[in-house]
């Protein structure tokens, strides 16, 4: 098997190699191949859609992928198009709000995700990566040395070999299911409706967050709101999609009662999944006037559609040669945050796997790291769902969390689990677990070099390598990260804003602080070769004394 960092380029119809294929060209399979492409190694990405799906789905990143977007220069992108980027005043928790005060936990990116996917796939392409559009992977198998991927193109069958197969191919995930990893979790028993629809007698109420309905009166946009007979929540699409007509909705569902079979139910007396089309405009006018009371007059619908509430998570992100990221390893409400950083943080991990350098147990912290923070992902997710239940107990639940929720750092407390910033990775290194930034993602501080130039952390970070930043005055701490300056540049910066964070910060390519020390730290440099080896492999100085200055391939996994 070809042991170079490039996929290959054989006809279809003919075996083809790559050191790494994706299934799945959907937001975290570009983003994974982006991060690949980044680290030296280009993909193969399969996706069987001919082309982006126009169908509506994700309306925004909300949470710690906004900032590390900025760490990859794509926020600039994605901004153009968006209706709001930027940290919010508060935020919904099911139906309750989350009120911050002070700086906000919470950082969101509104855009459609079918913008953000054309985007993904055009940064991909400036890296020189493609995706192979009209390839389904059908099956494949794996042993020690490679995996064997089974694709249907466009031209007919072929096969590929490759060294990892990563399944970012949604929540039905073949790759998951071949693998045999299980997917326990629950699928909610109600369906919920969606509709994209013109509500020609709504007033928006400017600057309020609010619009005037005949029948139902002043009501909160976004925000889910809960009635005696169900959840409703009404967002005016010009909020999300600077693109979308005035006056369309997206307009949201949820009956506690089974709504009537003749309407919302399948002739045989089953409910309908949200597999099986068509809902009806007069289907989703009846769900809401059953919810709300009120008879709203709806029209000209662009998108209606069925959705069952899933929460579950993948066994495990790794087996074998095979990985998942995305829905294909968690399915949970806002999964494209974790779903994103899950590939951010494999990209790297599994370039160094291929390219040889990668220490031993790298590849597997993606799983110990990313299966953590998918957890938290359904605690969340799990409790704002038990927030919405129509019964006199969850009532009381509720009443009592509203109560909580005025109580100061309760709210940021719940913004920062959503966002993903509570998470704190385990680091290796004497002083791991010490410094507060340790385990974090790095702090967007604004810098002066020693040759005078200004720059941040964010535009550091664009190379997506590691980078040791030392703030010590006589640039002490860069010169103990000698024998890695091929793999971790090494930067002498004075820190600009604010008081000090540390001594030195040596950052991991997703952005987060593998090591830190100081400020004022009486040795700067302690623990900083320990983590270097932890997550940058053995110094060039080693590799000589132990002759093994080639790269390795393949180390322990
Ligand atoms: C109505 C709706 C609204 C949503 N709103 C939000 C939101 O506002 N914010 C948010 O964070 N999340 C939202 N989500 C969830 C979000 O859309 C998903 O988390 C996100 O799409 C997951 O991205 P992914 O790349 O992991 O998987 P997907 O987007 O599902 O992409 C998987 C890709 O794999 C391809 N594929 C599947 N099988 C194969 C195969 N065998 N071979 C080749 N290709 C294959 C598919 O065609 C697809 O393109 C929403 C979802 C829905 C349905």
Redesign the pocket.
């Known amino acids: 098997m070809s042991a170079d960092s490039g996929a290959g380029h054989s006809p279809a119809g003919q075996e083809q190699t790559a050191p790494v294929v994706i299934?799945?060209?959907?937001?975290?399979?570009l983003m994974l191949a982006i991060e690949l492409c980044l680290g030296g190694v280009t993909p193969i990405v399969?996706?069987?859609?001919p082309e982006i799906?126009d169908i509506?789905?994700?309306?925004?990143?909300?949470g710690q992928i906004v900032p590390v977007l900025d760490y990859r220069g794509l926020l600039d992108r994605l901004r153009a198009g968006s209706t709001y980027t930027g940290p919010v005043p508060g935020f919904s928790f099911g139906p309750l709000r989350l009120e911050f005060s002070g700086e906000s936990p919470l950082q969101i990116l509104a855009v459609p995700?079918r913008r953000l996917e054309h985007v993904l796939a055009a940064r991909l392409a400036e890296l020189g990566g493609s995706i192979r559009r009209g390839?389904?992977?059908?099956e494949f198998s794996q042993d020690d040395e490679a995996v064997t991927v089974s694709v249907t193109g466009p031209a007919g069958d072929y096969l590929l070999t490759t060294r990892y197969l990563v399944g970012?191919?949604?929540?039905h995930?073949?790759v998951r299911k071949q693998a045999g990893i299980g997917f326990p979790g629950f699928t909610a028993p109600e369906v919920s409706l969606?509709g994209r629809v013109t509500l020609p007698d709504a007033v928006l109420l400017a600057g309020s967050g609010e619009a005037e309905l005949p029948g139902l009166g002043r009501i909160q946009l976004t925000q889910q709101v809960r009635t005696p007979r169900g959840m409703y929540s009404l967002a005016p699409l010009t909020s999300l999609d600077a693109t979308a007509p005035k006056g369309t909705y997206i307009v949201y569902t949820r009956e506690d009662a089974d709504p009537p079979a003749n309407i919302a139910g399948a002739p045989d007396g089953r409910r309908l999944s949200d597999r099986e089309p068509p809902v009806t405009l007069a289907e989703l006018q009846a769900s809401f006037r059953r919810v709300t009371g009120a008879d709203v007059r709806m029209t000209d619908p662009t998108w209606l559609?069925r959705?069952v509430g899933n929460s579950r998570q993948a066994d495990r992100y790794l087996e074998g040669r095979v990985l998942l990221?995305?829905?294909?390893a968690h399915v949970f409400g806002?999964?494209?945050?974790a779903?994103l950083l899950d590939a951010v943080n494999l990209g790297w991990k599994l370039a160094a796997q291929v390219r040889g350098w990668a220490p031993a147990g790298l590849l597997a912290s993606y799983h110990t790291e990313r299966h953590a923070a998918g957890r938290r992902g359904l605690l969340h997710t799990r409790a704002q769902r038990a927030l919405t239940g129509g019964d006199e107990i969850t009532e009381a639940i509720r009443d009592l969390l509203g109560e909580l929720l005025t109580v100061p750092g309760v709210a940021r407390h719940l913004g920062e689990l959503i966002a993903g910033t509570d998470i704190r990775y385990d680091m290796p290194g004497s002083e791991a677990g010490r410094h507060p930034l340790t385990g974090r993602l790095a702090p967007d501080l604004r810098l002066a070099a020693t040759d005078r130039s200004r720059t941040r952390i964010a535009e550091l970070m664009r190379a997506a390598g590691p980078l040791l930043l030392d703030f010590t005055l006589d640039g002490r701490v860069a010169p103990e990260a000698a024998g890695w300056q091929e793999r971790v540049p090494a930067m002498v910066v004075k820190q600009l804003d604010g008081p000090p964070a540390a001594d030195a910060l040596l950052i991991r390519p997703d952005g987060y602080v593998a090591w830190a020390t100081g400020p004022g730290a009486a040795d700067p440099a302690a623990g900083l070769r320990e983590s270097l080896t932890a997550w940058c492999g053995t110094s060039a100085a080693s590799q000589r004394t132990s002759g093994n200055a080639a790269p390795r391939h393949d180390p322990p996994v």
């Open positions: 299934a799945g060209g959907g937001p975290v399979g399969l996706e069987r859609l799906s509506p789905k994700g309306n925004g990143l909300v995700q390839h389904e992977l059908t970012c191919d949604g929540a995930s073949q969606i559609t959705t990221a995305g829905d294909a806002l999964a494209l945050n779903g």
